[in-house]
């Protein structure tokens, strides 16, 4: 029984690692557009040249919230060397609750209302959060997140895109 429960985590590591590592630096990333909660309008396209987290999120997601302080200290600390963070509630989340999180907790970088599910579509279909894509200056996507992640591991990916 230990032996089928190994084998059974053991297969499940390999799928979370082989799904994070589906989207290589040689994937572009989707064309998108989008209009932040304070009625700023962008795509894609104005995001080349800086290195981009879109994170796909919910305010019902404990594990989404319990990221949101790491996403404000990335943000901070490297936005001005060219990071930006779009956060993309999916559209089930009632456009209220998405607000009032946002302004309660402060958040310095783009919130996003996925009102009608396009950007979720672009992306893949994305349902399970938190998601999330990191997007070079070429608009390659360098890596996809699924869940919690290490944060150390996250800071060198970012850093050295960065560099790039």
Known sequence: M?????????????ALTACGDLFSSSTQAP???????NGDRANSESLKGKVTLVKFWTTDC???VAQMPDNIEYYNQYHDQ???????ALKHDPL??????????QLPFTVVSDHDGAISQAFGDIRMT???FLIDKKGRIVKRYLGKYDKTAFKQ???KALAG
Do not use: H, M
């Open 2 to 14: 230990k032996i089928l429960r190994f084998l059974s985590l053991l297969a499940l590591t390999v």
């Open 31 to 37: 064309e998108f557009s989008y209009q932040s909660l």
């Open 62 to 64: 404990t594990t989404c």
């Open 82 to 88: 060219g990071f930006e963070l779009i956060a993309v």
């Open 96 to 105: 209220d609750y998405v607000r009032n999180f946002t302004e309660s907790r």
């Open 130 to 132: 938190p998601t999330a």
């Open 157 to 159: 990916t970012l850093e």
